[in-house]
């Protein structure tokens, strides 16, 4: 209550302060002044004409009052609008920044939801999706205290304004028919479209009012729909991406193996051993992601040789033939030097290019340490398999010379402590 009343009196902002007294200085000192010299010269038996001057100075200081009144209040007014627009862009820009660096739809949703409110000023907000142009919307996600009893109530004139705002493709802007008046005002419900026919998905606020400020809400709320559409359909866009990124690899993984004749599953089993030994090393996602892809992929090049071939240059070029393959494909252009130098040696000593040393990616390092174990542990058509001790001792004896001494080293601990046994 102490600070209504600070806000409302009459002096209580420094703006109030500054206006009055630029009206003070400007106007009423000066009426002040001609008053006094007016006085100096009339005749002090003329009482009406030493009385004017002072009737025009409280006229005129009145009306001085009234104006900065007038000011004040428009001064407000605009700073209160000013005052709510900038609350509303910063809602919007923190909306924005969460949705840059969302990875789930679910979670872009809500934070659009979250957003929706602050932009409102409060009240709740649902979003609406169908699955197809005929389907009805349905709710998949809501904020606000209280929004499950809106739901409950009017999901039905929701789902109206939602194909409305939908097929009509404008914002629609209504009382809720019949809705629980909120502090003697009704709910008012926004509702913008933030996909396309095909794919109807509706942003909608609802919120206790008179109605009046559509236009202040609609803009805002408009500009955040669009931004969560954008998102949900570069999300998806993403998935698609993933998906034809793992069914297209695991296509050619199967193709390779059935060329090969492999026994067993040795691309798979060679994934499988980088992925412990690049998490046992704390490689970041991103260098998961790519160590697990090359190793599905890391004799592609073998497609391009005949499988009957035992000559040694000849079987020599699949891993540049491997990297020539996937150059070309956006999504796998950064395994390709990952595939190239799998076989490059710690001292130099392997091929295609000699690389030595830490000039060999980490990766490729660590799938050529891991293929040489998958190799000497299995059994082919031209070699047994020797057994899992064997293979680690022969890993330690090329340490430095083969392989990294100390990816060799941490390899070796773990498949003795019994963590590569798949």
């Known amino acids: 209550m102490a600070r209504s009343l600070r806000r409302f009196s009459l002096f209580s902002q420094p703006l109030d302060r500054a206006v009055y007294l630029a009206y003070f200085l400007g106007a009423v000192v000066p009426l002040m002044a001609l008053a006094w010299v ?13 009385l004017a001057p002072l009737a025009a100075f409280v006229g005129l200081g009145i009306l001085s009052l009234a104006s900065f009144l007038a000011l004040r209040r428009t001064t ?8 709510r627009d900038n609350r509303r862009l910063a809602s919007l820009l923190a909306a924005a920044q969460g949705l840059q660096s969302t990875e789930h739809d ?40 209280g929004v499950e009893a809106i739901l409950a109530r ?57 109605g009046a400020d559509e ?14 559409g954008a998102t949900l359909r570069g999300l998806e866009l993403e998935e698609v991406q993933r998906n034809f990124y793992t069914h ?22 060679v994934a499988r051993y980088s992925l412990r030994l690049g998490r046992a090393l704390d490689l970041d996602e991103d260098q998961i992601k790519r160590l697990h892809a090359a190793a599905l992929l890391h004799d592609l090049g073998m497609l391009h040789i005949d499988r009957a071939t035992t000559d040694l240059a000849v079987l020599r070029q699949h891993p540049g033939l491997g990297a020539e393959m996937l150059r070309p494909v956006r999504l796998w252009e950064d395994l390709a030097p990952i595939v190239r130098h799998h076989h490059e040696w710690w001292n ?30 299995s059994a082919t058509s031209y070699q047994r398999s020797c057994p899992p001790d064997e293979a680690c001792e022969r890993i330690a004896a090329a340490s430095g010379t083969q392989f990294d001494p100390r990816l060799a080293a941490l390899f070796v601990a773990m498949v003795r402590r019994g963590e590569m046994r798949l």
Not at 370 to 376: G, R
């Open 38 to 50: 007016g006085q100096r010269f009339v005749s002090p038996d003329d009482v009406d004409a030493r």
């Open 154 to 210: 009017s999901l039905p004139e929701l789902q109206r304004l939602a194909r409305a705002a939908s097929e009509e493709a404008r914002a629609v802007h209504e009382a809720l028919p019949g809705s629980a008046l909120w502090h003697g005002r009704a709910v008012w419900a926004t509702a913008v479209r933030c996909g396309d026919e095909t794919h109807p998905r509706t942003l909608l606020a609802l919120h206790a009012g008179d």
């Open 106 to 145: 679910q979670q872009a949703i809500q934070g659009a939801l979250e957003a929706a409110v602050r932009l409102v000023g409060g009240g709740w907000a649902v979003y609406l999706e169908a699955g197809g142009r005929e389907a009805e919307p349905q709710p998949r996600g809501q904020a606000g205290a």
């Open 348 to 377: 130099g000593g392997g091929y295609p290019d000699g690389l030595a040393g830490e000039a060999i990616p980490l990766e490729s390092r660590l799938i050529g340490l891991v293929e040489a174990y998958d190799s000497m542990t």
């Open 248 to 269: 297209a690899t695991h296509l050619l993984v199967a193709a390779l193996d059935a060329h090969l004749d492999y026994m067993g599953e040795h691309s798979a089993d």
């Open 76 to 83: 407000n007014q605009a700073l209160a609008r000013l005052d």
């Open 215 to 228: 236009q202040a809400i609609v803009g805002p709320l408009d500009t955040l729909a669009s931004m969560l």
